[in-house]
């Protein structure tokens, strides 16, 4: 089993909908919480960061933490074409020296 | 622009071969992490370095080495390349050794023909 699971789509919607991305995930030391940005074979751009439990929100874009389910989304409202990218999501835990596990990307379309 | 700066851009390279990576961390940044993104799989893991020292290492290849230098600017060597070694290389970069809040570079193709 991998230790962070996501679904890796596609997913196509209507420019203006709700897009919702998720992820599970296996470790329970995983404290921090990323959500990533790639375009075409671009280098990730970090969206979103979350530590431990709880929402975070910024501009169209929520990300929410269920740390007893272990279980994170991502909203993007409003969606744009140019939110047409692949979405990673990521963690690490705390303490000592930690490396970042990827989720497998969601590709996402949003056509006008 | 993250600040990684990730050199070159793409190589293409025969079998058999041996190639350098390289990679500058933004300013301030003393870690280094190295990923491998292979056509439609995601970010792997491979290996970790936190000012000169090495950290963590993942799924690397005993073919695959690297190492940071006091100016943390930090190389990954492939050597005796194979076909499947073809992929996008990431550099990333964080304060600390934690792993969160990593920035990455624009990534090096690399292709083995």
């Known amino acids: 089993q991998k230790e962070v699971e996501q679904d890796p789509g596609p997913l196509s919607v209507p420019e203006g909908a709700i897009v919702s991305l998720n992820c599970t995930y296996s470790?329970?030391?995983?404290?921090?919480f990323m959500w990533y940005r790639q375009y075409s074979r671009k280098g990730p751009e970090l969206l979103m960061y979350?530590?431990?439990?709880g929402n975070k929100e910024d501009g169209r874009f929520t990300a929410q933490v269920d740390k007893s389910s272990k279980y994170i989304s991502l909203f993007i409202r409003d969606s744009q074409p140019s939110d047409s990218a692949t979405y990673l999501c990521?963690?690490?835990?705390?303490?000592?020296?930690?490396?970042?596990?990827f989720g497998a990307g969601t590709r996402l379309a949003v056509h006008p | 622009d993250s600040g990684v700066t990730q050199t070159p851009k793409h190589l293409i390279t025969a079998t058999g071969q041996r190639v350098t990576l390289r990679c500058s961390p933004r300013s301030g940044d003393l870690s280094v992490y190295w990923y491998q993104q292979s056509l439609d799989q995601g970010l792997q893991f491979l290996i970790q370095y936190y000012n000169g020292e090495e950290r963590a290492k993942g799924n690397i290849l005993e073919r695959f080495s690297a190492q940071q230098f006091p100016d943390l600017h930090s190389e990954l060597n492939l050597s005796s390349l194979e076909l499947g070694d073809s992929a996008l290389y990431f550099c990333?970069?964080?304060?600390?050794?934690?792993?969160?809040?990593?920035?990455f570079g624009q990534g090096t193709r690399l292709t083995v023909v």
């Open positions: 990333a970069s964080s304060v600390d050794g934690q792993g969160a809040f990593a920035f």
């Open positions: 990521a963690m690490s835990a705390t303490g000592g020296y930690n490396k970042l596990i």
């Open positions: 470790n329970s030391a995983f404290q921090y």
């Open positions: 979350t530590y431990s439990s």
